[in-house]
C-alpha cells in the first residue's frame, strides 16, 4: 500500500508583505507586522515595489530595521 506524502507549500510571504505595504494601516500596525517576517524577506521585495511604496516602507521602518534589510540587497 502506498502512502501519500503531502508536500507542504512554502508560505507566500512575498505577497502578504507587499500586501501590508499597500494597506491602509496606520505606520505602526504595518511597522508591527513586518517584524515578523525575516530581513531578506522582506530586501527580496523592494525591486517589486513602485518608487512611491518603497519610499512608504522607508518612512515606516526604523533605521535599524532598514539597516538589516540592506545588507541583503546587492
Do not use: G
Not at 507587499?18 to 527580496?44: F, G, T, V
Not at 513602485?50 to 540587497?73: D, G, N
Amino acid at each position: 500500500m502506498f502512502r501519500k506524502t503531502e508536500i507542504a507549500q512554502k508560505p507566500d510571504y512575498e505577497n502578504e508583505i507587499i500586501a501590508i505595504i499597500r494597506s491602509n494601516a496606520s505606520p505602526k500596525s504595518m511597522r508591527e507586522k513586518l517584524e515578523d517576517y525575516h530581513e531578506n524577506d522582506i530586501a527580496e521585495i523592494l525591486s517589486k515595489l513602485t518608487l512611491q511604496e518603497q519610499k512608504k516602507l522607508y518612512r515606516i521602518l526604523t533605521v535599524s530595521m532598514l539597516s538589516c534589510i540592506f545588507e541583503y540587497t546587492n
